[in-house]
């Protein structure tokens, strides 16, 4: 195929089912790419009977190239960590903090660091970490006076 047949094969075809992946390595799409992914394109199509099951086998034939490790796609984002959940009762409902300031649970608090012990630690520790970060806070924005005044100062010159 000529470079003019590859780039109409990819404005029309291609990059429209690829640029959908929200995986898509578009920005990075160079000639060599491009006449890649347009032979992977027309592969798919002489495989298949009509257009929509080409589109169908060319993404899956993308997802399978990168799972193998072929950079055409974006890595997947990494799992995001989660705060543990908050225990439930029987029938589903959310049990309230038994760290509440206003009412606290003893009870609760026991039976939560008996089944839950990571959940029990970050309960203890959130007084600690709020103050932490206030006091941070406070030493940034204590920091950004002092060189907005010394700003100033110049300024006033």
Known sequence: MTADKINIVWRDHVAPVYNKNPRNRAYAVNGESRR????????CRDATADASDAEE???????????AGVNCLQPSPPN??????MERDPLGNVLPNPF?????????QAILSQRNPKLKAMADR??????????????????????AERQLEELEK
């Open 36 to 43: 890649q992914l347009v032979a992977l394109w027309r592969a």
């Open 80 to 85: 995001e960590l989660q705060p543990p959940q």
């Open 100 to 108: 509440d300031k206003s009412a606290p649970d003893l009870t609760g």
């Open 57 to 67: 086998t060319f993404k899956s034939a993308i997802e399978q190239f990168a799972a």
């Open 126 to 147: 959130a007084d600690e970490i709020v103050a932490l970060w206030k006091e941070d806070e406070r030493r940034r924005l204590v920091a950004a006076k002092a060189a």
